[in-house]
């Protein structure tokens, strides 16, 4: 798994420590805070997904928004100089422009997981206020490539389209997403953490969107293989369109993207070749959660 090569790419102690646990778990994270003392933190740990949180929207309030909160107490008692966290373009809900700025309201989201991450936004804002702490919030466009989530579209296509297995494809595929190459957001990150403000939100996107139908139709020419569709209306939740504003970023942060949507297809299809071959697990199209993932673990 992801933490079994992190170990193995820095297998020195002092180097990478590595706690296995919940982040709401107030006596857990006070020992760990007390034990390392960190000066920066990159808070990725999140429940995930816009369909389940309709679902379940109460282990996404307990992961998101009370995980964050906690996080944010510890960051401001033990000195932390700058708090990074992961938000998430679903704030936006079903804005109309044609680009996303972080300038726009966002008091309307459309979705469980959607108003956790604005609620953590909000929250960021009230801890740089009362206790001047460093915070940026990054709200992160569609984010795939390789050892990406296989919930999500990208692997689930690359998957089902390399094995001849159906699809589902929701709607009449004119719904576009802003998807944006795991090297990039990587980059946006460390951007992030290296200059630390007062308080900000970046968009972290690629800044232009792609439509499903070319989605698939890319998918199909770096597998060399034909997709199987099943067809099927919308979805609640989903929004038809995002697009990222990412010049605040670029001024701020000196953020830009570089991967193309092909560019990152092809990447994920030689991955997925050389880390699968033929045994890959299919993951039934009706695990919307996917594999094995916790809500909150660090």
């Known amino acids: 798994n992801n933490l079994n090569r992190l170990r193995e ?12 646990g919940d982040i709401c778990d107030e006596r857990l994270m006070l020992d760990l805070f007390e034990r390392e003392r960190p000066q920066w933190i990159c808070h990725m740990a999140a429940r995930a997904g ?31 100089q700058n708090f990074v966290f992961a938000s998430s373009s679903s704030v936006y809900g079903g804005s ?35 206790y001047k702490l460093n915070v940026s919030g990054l709200r992160f466009f569609t984010v795939y490539g390789p050892r990406g989530r296989p919930d999500m579209a990208p692997f689930k296509f690359i998957d089902r389209i390399s094995r001849g297995v159906e699809m589902q494809k929701f709607g009449d595929g004119t719904s576009s997403r802003d998807y944006t190459y795991i090297s990039d957001i ?14 900000q939100v970046f968009n972290l996107g690629k800044g232009n969107g792609t439509s499903l139908n070319e989605f698939i139709s890319i998918v199909e020419k770096h597998t060399g293989k ?73």
């Not at 309709?54 to 309030?61: H, S």
């Not at 990587?186 to 308080?199: E, T």
Request: net charge neutral; with cysteine.
């Open 9 to 20: 790419l820095y297998p020195e102690e002092k180097r990478l420590a590595i706690y296995r």
């Open 50 to 80: 816009v369909r389940p949180s309709i679902q379940d929207p109460y282990v996404y309030i307990h992961s998101n928004i009370v995980g964050t909160t906690l996080l944010m107490e510890m960051a401001h008692k033990f000195g932390v």
């Open 96 to 130: 109309k422009s044609t680009y996303f700025s972080e300038e726009e309201n966002v008091d309307n989201p459309v979705s469980p997981y959607a108003a956790t991450k604005k609620a953590c936004e909000l929250l960021a804002y009230t801890y740089h206020h009362l």
């Open 186 to 199: 990587v980059d946006g990150v460390l951007r992030s953490i290296d200059r630390p403000y007062p308080y």
């Open 226 to 298: 034909r997709a199987v569709i099943r067809q099927l209306p919308d979805q609640p939740g989903d929004v038809p369109y995002t697009c990222a504003s990412v010049e605040k970023a670029k001024v701020l942060l000196g953020y830009e993207a570089t991967v193309s949507f092909e560019g990152g297809i092809r990447r994920t299809v030689d991955w997925y070749r050389s880390a699968h071959g033929k045994e890959v697990i299919i993951e039934p199209e009706t695990q919307a959660n996917g594999l094995g993932r916790s809500p909150s673990c660090v």
